[in-house]
Each structure stands twice: as C-alpha cells, then as structure tokens.
C-alpha cells in the first residue's frame, strides 16, 4: 500500500473513532480501539459497504459494536476445523474402562466429537439434527465407544406423548438393531445404562443444557422479529443461523429481508453458503453473488447453476461445472462459447443437445464442425467408416415427415462441409453412403438425398 492511501485510511479511522467518542453515550476509547482492531483483523471476511469504516461511521458506534460481536463468533473455516477435531463439548460419562467409553452427549460439539466416523445424522456438523433429538424430542442419547477397535453403537431413549419409554438401537452405519442384536454385537446389557441416563441426577444436567438451547433459541426468535418487522440484514441473528444450522429460522430471516423474494439483499460469503445449501429458492434474492459461492454450486449437482439467471458466470465456473458432468453445460445460464466449445471438445456426443442447437444457425455450424473434428479426426486422421458412423449417431431421422430442425438447417450445408474437409479421405462417399441409409431406414425422400447428393460435387 502506498504512503499516502496509508494515511488516508489512518485518517478515516481517525475520524469514525471521533465519531464514535462523541455520541450519547460515549465508548470508552478502549472498547473504541478494541472494536477497530477486530474489524481490521476480520475485514476481508465482510462484502460490500461492510467492508468500508466510513460506512459504519454512518451506522453508529451500537451498530458498530454489534456486527463486530456477532462476527467474532463465526469461527472461520480453519478454525471451524479444528473445533470439530479438537472441542468435545459437554457430556456426561456413564462408564469407561480399557475396553469402553460409554458417554451421553449434551450438545452438538460432543456429539459430532463422540460420534466421529459414524452415518449417525445427530453427528453432522452442517445440520442441526441433534437439537432436534435432545431439545425438540427430548432425547436422550448414548455413545458405546469400542476403544481397541473403534467400533461405535448407540441408543436413543425417549418417552412417547402416553408416557411409553421408546429405546432405538443403532450401529455405527446407523442400522437400526433390535435389543438382542445390540447385546450380541457388543455384549453389552444396554437397559442399565439408559435406565442411568434417564435417571434424576443426569436428567437434571440434560436439563440444564436444554436450558442453553432454549436461551438461544429465545434470542433468535427476538432477532428475527426485529429483522422480520424491519426487513433489515441482522449480523447477529445471521451468526446464530450459521452456529445452530436451524433451517427453518434460516429460512424465515431470508423470506422476512427479502420481503418474500421481492427484494435483493447482501449476503457475506457464510450466509451465501448456507442458502445455496439450505435454502437454495432465496438465491435469486442474493445481490452480491461470489465467484466462491458459484463454485460451490459447480461442484454440487447437475443443474445447481440453473438458479443463477441474471448471474454473470466466470468461465472458471463454467469449466468446472463441465468437468463434474458435461450434462451441466445445459443448465447454465446463458453458457459462454468458450463453455460450449470446452463441452464440445470434452464429449463431441452433445451437440445434438437443445443448448447447442439454440445457438442459431452459424454458431451451431461451427460447433458442429468442431465435435465433428474432436470425434472423427482432423482431415489427416479420420476413416470414412468412422465419419458414417458419426453422421448416423448425430442426425436421428424418425420418417419422411420429420421435420427435425437440425436437418432442416443444419445438414445441407455440414454434409457440404464434411465432404469438403475430408476430401482427402473420401469425405464425399461417406456422406453418400449416410444420406442412402436415410434412404433405405428412416425414409428420407429419395429426391432430397439426390439433391443434397449433388450439391457435394457442385
């Protein structure tokens, strides 16, 4: 950075600090520089005006305060890492000895930390599947932990609205056992240690850790009236979104700042993740669009960029898309030619494909040229066997009435071209020898083929 856009931006914190100091009530000028330092620590986390100190010296030192906050408690992507690794959470140990550690989860962390390397949906660390175990259904659920082999099981024990005690019992591939096959698999009697961790003193500690589910919870649904009501952006909320990976308030913000999709709203790079994953029918609403959330949707499914009409894609994007599937090139949105030429050139097969023949009549002859080159040969490789067989796999000529609109503007002229460019390897003959196969087995009139015959030596 260059000494005097250095000094500016010094001045512009200056400025927003004095700002800052002169409101009612005034921040210490601690907190003031606190706030500061974490903002320029995070600052290439944050999108648009976010970005900018002038802007927040507009918004107030509360608003301030409270983005800051609420951004420091979004852990970064490395970060989030090593909590998965290292953070086992809270539980409560019911048993361990050199064989078994036998343990009750009481939040997410423990549980993903516990159930590491199971299909146990309670041990997603991208879903909230566990808090809608232990607060939504208030279950009580129990890790059987193998020391020596890694072997994992697991029972959850819950009691129905008629006050019946429901136990389920599951392996670590998440397959449902019954009790016989849940003691034979482990030798462990089970009952014992579900009738501990339904007992008095550990159900008044699973208590007490419903009880910080439901403080947040009540935050959230504070935050998101607020944000509802205004239709205003809440960094905070957002925050708490991203921790708890609650879908349904997720969605709820979404619908409240959008005003019911009728509006675009900023989103930073974690909150546009979680739509395209979560919420995928908000992206239309998203203004600032990243090339890191386009590249995510590349790689998800087939048609994941078919949402982003209006989006101008990076061909980067584009390949990328291709590369996981060549079928992709046909949901993207107003396909670059480098895209179509790049899906032509890796499967020449496509181009009967709608995508390419849309392109209009010129642009289609010479995509054609191309997938021809890329499946037959250059002019000095290809076979007039080879070339038949490609003319046969690409015009499909269902009767003499069939009005298939690549025949109708695409074949005249490409036979033309094929016998032109392969003059050298009997171009022509194969050309004669596909349009008498369309003769003898899909109808072609016999005084078109002898038309568009004639024209090859004209």
């Known amino acids: 950075m260059r000494y005097l856009e250095f000094k500016a931006l010094n001045e512009d914190y200056k400025t927003v600090t004095v700002k800052f100091q002169q409101e009612d009530p005034a921040p210490s000028i601690e907190d003031i520089k606190a706030a500061m ?3 320029k620590q995070m600052q290439q986390r944050f999108q648009g005006n976010e970005k900018n100190i002038d802007y927040w010296g507009k918004q107030g030192w509360q608003n301030f305060k409270s983005f800051i906050d609420a951004q420091s408690q979004r852990p970064t992507k490395s970060q989030q890492k090593k909590q998965v690794k290292s953070q086992r959470g809270r539980s409560i140990t019911l048993d361990e000895n050199d064989k078994w550690l036998i343990v009750i989860p009481l939040d997410k962390e423990a549980s993903c930390f516990y159930g590491k390397d199971t299909d146990w949906c309670t041990t997603k660390q991208d879903h909230d599947y566990f808090d809608q175990y232990f607060f939504d ?86 935050l998101l009236k607020v944000a509802r009501d205004t239709g205003t952006p809440n960094r905070e909320l957002e925050t708490l979104i991203l921790n708890t990976k609650n879908v349904e308030v997720g969605e709820q913000y979404l619908d409240g700042i959008t005003k019911g999709g009728t509006k675009q709203v900023e989103l930073d790079q974690d909150m546009q993740l979680f739509v395209l994953a979560r919420a995928d029918q908000h992206i239309a609403d998203i203004s600032n669009i990243t090339t890191k959330t386009l590249m995510k949707a590349a790689n998800m499914h087939t048609d994941s960029l078919s949402s982003f009409k209006g989006v101008d894609i990076p061909f980067e994007v584009e390949k990328a898309a291709i590369d996981k599937n060549t079928m992709s090139v046909e949901y993207i949105p107003n396909a670059s030619d480098e895209a179509l030429e790049y899906a032509i050139d890796k499967d020449p097969d496509m181009i009967d494909s709608q995508v390419f023949i849309d392109q209009g009549t010129e642009k289609y002859a010479k995509l054609l040229q191309r997938a021809t080159i890329n499946a037959v040969g250059d002019k000095n490789e290809a076979h007039p066997d080879e070339i038949l067989r490609w003319l046969q796999s690409i015009f499909s000529i269902q009767g003499a009435n069939d009005e298939t609109p690549v025949l109708i503007k695409h074949l005249w002229h490409y036979c033309r071209w094929v016998s032109k460019y392969y003059a050298d390897y009997n171009g022509t003959n194969a050309v004669n020898r596909y349009l008498q196969f369309l003769v003898r087995h899909r109808d072609f009139p016999e005084d078109t083929a002898k038309k568009l015959s004639k024209t090859l030596t004209d």
């Open 37 to 39: 330092s974490q903002f």
């Open 137 to 222: 259904d208030k279950t009580t659920l129990v890790y059987y932990l193998h020391k020596k082999t890694g072997a994992k099981w697991a029972t959850a024990s819950r009691y129905t609205s008629k006050g019946e005690l429901d136990n389920e019992y599951f392996d670590k591939n998440d397959n449902h056992l019954d009790l016989e096959e849940f003691t034979q698999q482990t030798g462990i009697d089970p009952e014992k240690y579900i009738q501990r961790a339904l007992g008095p003193s550990v159900q008044d500690t699973a208590t007490g850790a419903r009880g910080k589910i439901q403080q947040t919870r009540n935050n959230m649904k504070k």
